[in-house]
Nanobody, 116 residues
Framework: QGRLVESGGGLVQAGGSLRLSCVAS????????MGWYRQRPGEQRELVAK???????DYDDSVKGRFTMSRSAAKNTVYLRMNSLKPEDTAVYYC??????????WGQGTQVTAAS
């Protein structure tokens, strides 16, 4: 199994940018999909972006054209570059990794706040 550690959250003005990082440890060779989710207060966690083992990325419509997910060459770190942040992007962002059938691992979460 494994562990995920996120970093890079913070407070920015609307229109600003942040980059989140997520470092995976453990059996990284077994990781399939990795993704970024977010959870606003009182709402369910929602998928923001994901990257498959083959490197294909997919984004929620609300962030397309503003957010970019990428991965290190070693495939143990993923990033989420967030540009043109909006107040509605304010949430706790969680990194996620699938280490195999039925093995889903989550990071501890990092707060992103875009102030209007």
């Amino acid at each position: 199994q494994g562990r995920l550690v996120e970093s890079g959250g913070g407070l920015v003005q609307a229109g600003g940018s942040l980059r989140l990082s997520c470092v995976a440890s453990g059996s990284i060779f077994s990781i399939n999909t990795m993704g970024w989710y977010r959870q606003r207060p009182g709402e369910q966690r929602e998928l923001v972006a994901k990257i498959t083992g083959g490197g294909t990325t997919d984004y929620d419509d609300s962030v397309k054209g503003r957010f970019t997910m990428s991965r290190s060459a070693a495939k143990n770190t993923v990033y989420l570059r967030m540009n043109s942040l909006k107040p509605e992007d304010t949430a706790v962002y969680y990194c996620y990794a699938n280490y195999g059938p039925g093995i889903d691992v989550w990071g501890q979460g990092t707060q992103v706040t875009a102030a209007s």
